[in-house]
Every structure is written in C-alpha cells, then in structure tokens.
T-cell receptor, first 111, second 112 residues
Framework: DAKTTQPPSMDCAEGRAANLPCNHS???????VYWYRQIHSQGPQYIIH???NNETNEMASLIITEDRKSSTLILPHATLRDTAVYYC????????????FGTGTRLQVTL | DVKVTQSSRYLVKRTGEKVFLECVQD?????MFWYRQDPGLGLRLIYF???????EKGDIPEGYSVSREKKERFSLILESASTNQTSMYLC???????????FGPGTRLTVT
C-alpha cells in the first residue's frame, strides 16, 4: 500500500471549516483513499473514502486531486467534538486488505 | 449502526497468564480484525479472519492466536502474556474485504 504524509498537527476555530491535507504521491490505480479519526482513548472511526471522484457524506467531504497524488478532508463546520487524530490511509483492493495507520494529524478545535 | 463491542476496556494480567480478548459485532460482517496500537508505532495488524474458522496472520502474529467459531465473535488469545504485550488492542469488522472497517472501543491491556 502507498505511504501517506500528513502534517502532525493543525488548529481550527469552532464553526470554521477544517481542511486536512494528505499527500499520497505513490498511489496506484486500484488504491482508495480512506479517512479515519480517533478521539482520545477510543477506537478509530471511519469517516469517508474515495477512489478518484470527490465524495461527501454527513460527516465530511473528500477532495482528491485529478492526479490522485493528494487529497483533502474537509469538516465543514468544526466543533469541539471533532478534536481528534485524523488518519489518511491508502488501501489497495484485495482479500481482507488491512488498514495501515500512519501517525496522522492531530486536529485541535478551539473556541 | 454497526456495533463492535470488546469484552473489557481495561485489563491487568500477570506475566505468563493466558489472556482472552473477546470481540463481538452485530452486523453480520464477514471480516474481522485484531490490531494493537502503541505510541509511535500506529496500528499494527495481528490477525484477521474472513470467514468462520478461517484466519490469516497479520504483520505481528507472534505470541498470539485467534479463534472464530461463530461469525459474530472473534477472540484474540495471548498464550503466555509478556510485558511487551502491554498495549491497546482494537478489534474491527467489515462487510467485505474492501469495505470500511468499524472498530470497537479498544481494550487497554497491562501485563505486569
């Protein structure tokens, strides 16, 4: 699976959009981009995933560049409960493919 | 909503004890996974199962075994617990291999 690079930490004011970047320059054609987050002392929570088109769900939007070498997770109106570590994961299709979590981005949402 | 539950949030065991960690999912998922999470090392896959009685080794299976007798339940077994197995253990399940994985709350195991 391709490796990802994320900034170690970011701050965001409550109510503003949080834009979390991820670089995955070695991504291959059959690899999806997944985003998870982990709130302190809890299990990771699935947010969203995509292959090449932009995706949106009730939690977030995922913007993938045309060359697929980077992506951005957007939390449109961040709240204090969005404070967590956010992981960008590139994952191949295949038999019971595992998730490889890097170190992620620690997002701190402040008042 | 998918629900993945783990038998304990916190567990303290002694070196050499046999330890059982239980995971149950309620969504009829085919695939189940056991990870451990350590500071600076991220999540590492220990074992996974893609069907009842089927199991595959992950990246760090040494010192662990698993059991999947029923579809909804996946157990992780530490045959003889050691201090280097002190960690957060996370169970996950997914509908198919390529679907998103849903995680339980984790079990923080301390081996003394």
């Amino acid at each position: 699976d391709a490796k990802t690079t994320q900034p170690p930490s970011m701050d965001c004011a409550e109510g503003r959009a949080a834009n979390l970047p991820c670089n995955h320059s070695t991504i291959s054609g059959n690899e999806y981009v997944y985003w998870y987050r982990q709130i302190h002392s809890q299990g990771p929570q699935y947010i969203i995933h995509g292959l090449k088109n932009n995706e949106t769900n009730e939690m977030a939007s995922l913007i993938i560049t045309e060359d697929r070498k980077s992506s951005t997770l957007i939390l449109p109106h961040a709240t204090l409960r969005d404070t967590a570590v956010y992981y960008c994961i590139v994952r191949s299709t295949g038999t019971a493919s595992k998730l490889t979590f890097g170190t992620g981005t620690r997002l701190q949402v402040t008042l | 909503d998918v629900k993945v539950t783990q038998s304990s949030r916190y567990l303290v065991k002694r070196t050499g004890e046999k330890v059982f960690l239980e995971c149950v999912q309620d969504m009829d998922h085919e695939n189940m996974f056991w990870y451990r999470q350590d500071p600076g090392l991220g999540l590492r896959l220990i074992y996974f199962s893609y069907d009842v009685k089927m199991k595959e080794k992950g990246d760090i299976p040494e010192g662990y075994s698993v059991s999947r007798e029923k579809k909804e339940r996946f157990s992780l077994i530490l045959e003889s617990a050691s201090t280097n197995q002190t960690s957060m253990y996370l169970c996950a399940s997914s509908l198919t291999p390529n679907y998103e994985q849903y995680f339980g709350p984790g079990t923080r195991l301390t081996v003394t």
